[in-house]
């Protein structure tokens, strides 16, 4: 009876074997007969008539059979096993097997070894067909040219993918075969394929040893266009959805909303197959302007083109198998300021403050950036450059983005604002104890003469001991991104969300989190009415400020 061995309370088997071998041993006379190997059993009263021809690396089992008292060796796979003798009976042995962390070798990557075990005693030898098993094996994905045809190359990637008993296709989609103790469904038999890849390799994360696989094989004649692709291993049956035609595209993330000319846009999802197009608004990018990766669920998109302030936003994948759109995209109406000042229509107006950034063109800057850009240059101490703005001279307010872009019930927590940066390697983020610097954010829900409006900001710094001038950046690395990292030598989105906003004493110690626990309505019903974005240092060390900001804007991030 074919069984994998699942238990692994080693200590549990042990006692169990103990005990029994004990009684056994009291009421056995040792034979000096030919000695014979029935089976293998986990030590576990549970599993007593189970016997097994296969195990995981690392279990502890019982040899059994007849005249196996006085055993010399034990050897599996041709390689010899310890064991202990006082644990040595006529009618068994209790072994641990073997892990290709001790050194032991498995037949999937050695041909010559024997899978057997081999037992030899003072009076003969026993053999026993038995297996010891690679990890689990994973399918992640297969590809092919669409349409796929009877006499195309499917290559099948994953990990794990040896001692292969069987490949073959049916007409069950894989959701329907969760669970299911026999594949049925209209098969059709792989007899022949290739091994492209099989990279076995110690996995340092896991301590375990592991396989990268590649599988090639000739698509069959199929009287079916969707089914499953099974693979049985000795380890484990896996399965993966089969078509002859692709599937629609699915959109899962991208790395920014309103990336800059020069920044790189990262697209996560899946079946990026065959891509025909991206569309962006009134710009479309065409496939030697982009690279999919292997896995078909990544797009690397360099910017070099944005949309028209025109256009109605939005992006969409446009593939064989269909269509993705994520509406989210290039909303103009998210935005607070771009710097790019129109004297007809000026979307904010500069205040003034100073020291000023210096505001440059993507051309000027020679890193890239999408029409006018603010640039932060300094090399000192406390007050910084800055960009000190508000949406008009008679001081209404930004208009924010409308319900329809920001539902109204959306908690401030996933309200962000962001902006596209680009830090030329400046000092922050070193560590807590050398450059005291960030950049502080600051917003203004009444005008630059409002006395009473309280000034709501975003510092990140905190003095751990300031004699000593050691610090920390409480929520994460100055200029983080959405997933609380920080980069050097690229554009990228960085976001604070407004929850994290505070208000502070003439002391500058917060005493309030003036968002925190509101929704995006009442946000809206607050107003903005100044954004500042400015470099500032807190204690005496100096250090350098390089950073390039472009497309301040008010966004949703669920």
Known sequence: MKQFLKLSHILMFAIAA?????????????????????????????????????????????IVGQNLNDATAVYINDQKVSFSTTMNTSHSIIIKVPAETDGFELKAFNSALNEEIRVETTHGTATYPFQVLAASPVITRIQATYPREAGDVLNIYGSNLVSIDRIYFTDIAASDLAGVSEIGGQ??????????????????????????????????????????????????????????????????????????????????????????????????????EFTVAETEAEIRIPITKVPSYASQGGITIVTPGGKATVDEFFQYETLLNDFTYDAEQPLSVNLGWGPDAVYMTG??????????????????????????????????????????????????????????????????????????????????TGSNTDAETPDIVYDNFAWDDYEAGTFTNPDGPTLQDSEGEAHVGQWYRAVVPFSA??????????????????????????????????????????????????????????
Not at 23 to 30: M, P, Q, W, Y
Not at 259 to 288: A, C, H, R
Not at 521 to 549: A, C, H, L, P, W
Request: hydrophobic content about 35%; proline content about 3%.
């Open 187 to 288: 098969q059709v038999e792989i007899s022949d394929y290739d091994v492209v890849v099989q990279d076995h390799y110690l996995d340092s994360k896991t301590g375990s040893y592991t396989t990268t696989s590649q599988l090639s094989l000739i698509i069959p004649e199929l009287s079916y266009d969707a089914g499953s692709l099974v693979i049985e291993c000795a380890a484990g049956v896996r399965y993966i959805n089969y078509t002859k035609r692709p599937g629609a595209p699915v959109i899962r993330s991208i790395s920014s909303d309103m990336p800059v000319v020069g920044e790189t846009l990262v697209i996560g999802g899946n079946d990026f197959v065959q891509l025909d197009s991206i569309i962006m608004g009134d710009v479309t990018y065409k496939p030697d």
């Open 501 to 558: 906003l505070t208000t502070v004493d003439g002391d500058g110690v917060v005493n309030g989190y003036p968002y925190k626990g509101l929704t995006y309505k009442d946000i809206r019903e607050k107003g903005i009415n100044i954004v500042r974005i400015m470099s500032m240092t807190q204690g005496t060390k100096s250090g350098s400020v390089d950073v390039y900001i472009d497309n301040v804007r008010v966004i949703c991030i669920q």
């Open 18 to 62: 103990t005990v029994q071998l004990a009684v056994t041993s009291c009421n056995d006379d040792e034979g000096n007969g030919t000695p014979v190997i029935t089976g293998v059993r986990v030590c576990d009263p549970e599993f007593a008539d189970s016997l097994f021809s296969k195990s995981a690396q690392g279990q502890i089992v019982a």
């Open 363 to 444: 051309d000027e800057t020679g890193i890239g950036g999408t029409g006018t850009v603010a640039h932060f240059d300094s090399y000192g101490q406390w007050w910084g450059q800055m960009t000190f703005f508000q949406r008009d001279w008679s001081g209404s307010g930004y208009s924010l983005p409308g319900s329809d872009l920001i539902p109204d019930d959306v908690t401030s927590d996933k309200v962000c604002l962001a902006f596209e940066v680009y830090d030329n390697n400046s000092s922050f983020n070193n560590g807590g104890a050398g450059y005291q610097g960030y950049f502080r954010y600051s917003l203004w």
